[in-house]
């Protein structure tokens, strides 16, 4: 029996009133006001009914239960069911996603961290929800359950393609952001209390000492808390970082998402113009050299490395890798963890790989002299060797070797070509339209209205399945410098400047260029573009003599 409830001034139970307390008047489910108790008898009774009907119990009264339904019953559903519990049944109508939320909340729906698709339990179709509104929904339902919180909002991350998810307090509470297709995007906010419970509980999962809030750490979310996100192919690494929360402390933690498998499975669809896959082919299937990527963090370079790794994979090629860490799993390549604590360093670990007879070698960075020298050695001895430096464009990576202490003649020898890349969001192709670029656009790109194909211009509306966001996943736009005879030369002779000036004269794959390919190809927008690549990347230089 309910006895939180308002009662009339003779003490009986006020059902009109105690009913308004679980259901508004526009049919909006007060979930946190259902009795369990209640709920539990209930669903014992009716197990075979309740799909078919879509019911939810709100309270059991003098022989009647209270029901609230989203969909219309018949007469005989009503005598029916009534016949079936023996009490009397009387029905309140509620909001169709209402129903949802309760029908996701009840403990034979939920799997743990589960990511597949919500459905929706009346139409059976596939749900595009509102993140925002779901994430916060789910927390203020979880009640004191903070597994169960922490459990729910990775599900969601993980179902809407998140990469990360950031946890920080704020003074107005503690705020939840995903990172998706590159941008983060505020999901809820949890009262400021529980601050220090809420980011317990995530240590505890993820092996991290919840008593030390003075330090950084870091940790992996256990394996019992992963079954179903192991299903989808996910390994969450965490990160805590004690930070200034106005007069109170707090910890900044990052939970990154990383699938298992790749997802650019195939170097065909990672966003390579026809002319550019063309020459970084003719590059990897060389039986020596070296090819250098570069770019910022979250550029792509991992996912590019790793199609490339899998493309080369075969039971006549041995391919090794020198990662830190590794973060997927690639079938057929032998893979080595970077451990600097064990003394296993990049260059450790490289000249270890090197006694290992292999064909191709992927050195996850070069950070010193010794690794870069090694490293070149390598490719000058029948070795094809990829690896990663942190700078800017293609040329800077050419600097950056000189900068270790590589000569001009080995960089010369050895250089088969260096990659640049940079990852843009994709427009929908749910809500997308043509798109005339203004004035202001194609100024912003170096570009003349006459001197370019507008045709294919596309922008995204906005629509559920996107977030209202106008974009749909990312593509990398990428710049490809060819190292041929003449730019040998120039490396080994000539200097930046005459370098610059000649790939200028044969208009080489830049990133301006793979960027205006894409926007006239409709894949994504100038906003876009000018959000990823530096004002540097876009100007056109005038070539000197």
């Known amino acids: 029996m309910i006895t939180q409830f308002p009662k009339s001034r003779s003490g009986a139970l006020d059902i009109e009133k105690a009913i308004g307390q679980m259901v508004s008047a526009n049919g909006t ?7 369990s108790k209640v709920s539990d008898r209930f669903l014992t009774q009716i197990k075979n ?8 119990p709100l309270m059991l009264h003098q022989g009647c239960y209270y029901l609230a339904c989203s969909v219309e019953l018949s007469d005989l559903d009503i005598r029916n069911l009534s016949n079936h519990l023996k009490l009397g049944v009387k029905i309140i109508p509620i909001s169709e996603s209402s129903y949802i939320q309760w029908f996701y909340l009840q403990p034979q729906n ?51 393609r998140a990469s990360d998810i950031h946890v920080e307090p704020f003074p107005d509470g503690l705020v939840i952001r995903y990172r998706i297709d590159g941008k983060l995007h505020k999901v809820a906010v949890l009262s400021a209390e529980l601050n220090n419970t809420f980011i317990s509980a995530i240590k505890v999962m993820s092996g991290i000492d919840p008593s030390n809030r003075r330090v950084p750490q870091d940790g992996r979310m256990s394996q019992q808390f992963l079954q179903a996100a192991e299903e989808n192919n996910a390994d969450i690494r965490v990160s805590t970082s004690p930070c200034v929360c106005g007069e109170l402390g707090g910890e900044s933690t990052v939970l990154r998402l990383l699938p298992r498998k790749n997802s650019f499975s195939k170097i065909e669809d990672i966003g390579f113009t026809e002319q550019a896959l063309a020459i970084y082919k003719r590059w990897i299937n060389q ?54 604590k064990a003394g296993m360093t990049f260059g450790k670990a490289l000249e270890s790989i090197l006694r290992q007879d292999p064909d191709i070698i992927m050195v996850g960075e070069i950070r010193n002299s010794e690794t870069a020298e090694t490293a070149i050695q390598a ?44 990852l843009v969001r994709r427009v929908c192709p749910h809500c997308a339209e043509s798109h005339v670029p203004s004035t202001l656009e194609l100024n912003a790109i170096g570009l003349d209205r006459s001197s370019v194909n507008l045709k294919g211009w596309r922008k995204g509306r906005g629509c559920p399945k996107c977030y209202h966001t106008g974009y749909l996943g990312r593509e990398a736009i990428i710049e490809l410098l060819d190292v041929n005879l003449t730019v040998q030369q120039l490396i080994y002779e000539g200097t930046s400047h005459q370098l610059q ?20 190809a409709g894949v994504t927008t100038v906003e876009e573009i000018l959000r990823v690549l530096p004002h540097n990347a876009l100007y056109v230089p005038k070539v000197s003599t």
């Open 501 to 520: 000036n000649y790939l200028q004269e044969i208009n080489f794959d830049s990133l301006r260029m793979a960027a205006i390919a894409k926007l006239v």
């Open 287 to 340: 039986p020596q050299g070296m090819i250098i990527f570069t770019g910022p963090t979250g550029s792509g370079k991992t996912s590019t490395l790793n199609a490339t790794m899998l493309h080369r994979a075969n039971d006549s090629v041995k391919v090794a890798t020198v990662e830190n860490p590794v973060e997927y799993i690639l079938p057929g390549v032998i893979q080595t963890n970077v451990n600097v």
């Open 29 to 35: 489910l007060v979930i946190d006001k259902l009795d």
């Open 49 to 56: 009914y309740l799909q078919i009907l879509h019911i939810v």
């Open 110 to 160: 939920i799997k743990g961290i589960d990511a597949s698709d919500r459905i929706n339990p009346i139409t059976k179709e596939v749900m595009y929800e509102d993140i925002a509104t779901t994430t916060q929904t789910m927390f203020s339902l979880a009640g004191e359950d903070q597994i169960a919180r922490i459990k729910g909002f990775i599900s969601d991350a993980i179902r809407n």
């Open 379 to 422: 490719a000058m001895t029948g070795h094809l060797v990829f690896t990663t430096l942190h700078t800017n464009n293609s040329v800077g990576a050419i600097r950056r070797l000189q900068d270790l202490g590589i000569d001009r003649g080995s960089i010369s020898d050895a250089l088969l070509g260096v990659v640049a890349q940079r």
